[in-house]
């Protein structure tokens, strides 16, 4: 099992940058593949990013690619989340999860653990 703590979250304009942290507790998070989904008020909880134990491999959705990156730190426990060029669509509480499958849009469903959310509010 692994417990996950989020940070970073904030109140940024459009176009700014922030980025995500999640540190997890236990010594299996290097075998988890992690992710990223979000959450914006009235809409369900939808994939933002994932990526594998090890780092070799990333998925985006479209909405987030080509401007989010995710990135592991096994030795730290740490998965991340560097979100440029926000946009107002962005807006949503984002959390890690570990323990799914990889692939873009995978279900929320599909992944066991989860931290307790970071709220990001882009607003100019």
């Known amino acids: 099992q692994v417990q996950l703590v989020e940070s970073g979250g904030g109140l940024v304009q459009p176009g700014d940058s922030l980025r995500l942290s999640c540190a997890a507790s236990?010594?299996?998070?290097?075998?988890?593949?992690m992710a990223w989904f979000r959450q914006a008020p009235g809409n369900e909880r939808e994939f933002a990013a994932s990526?594998?134990?090890?780092?070799?491999?990333?998925y985006y959705a479209d909405t987030v690619k080509g401007r989010f990156t995710i990135s592991r730190d096994n030795a730290k426990n740490t998965v991340y989340l560097q979100m440029n060029s926000l946009k107002p669509e962005d807006t949503a509480v984002y959390y890690c999860?570990?323990?799914?499958?990889?692939?873009?849009?995978?279900?929320?469903?599909?992944?066991?653990?989860w931290g307790q959310g970071t709220q990001v509010t882009v607003s100019s």
């Open positions: 236990g010594r299996t998070f290097s075998t988890y593949n």
């Open positions: 990526i594998s134990w090890n780092g070799g491999r990333t």
């Open positions: 999860a570990a323990g799914g499958p990889l692939g873009v849009g995978v279900g929320y469903r599909r992944y066991p653990y």
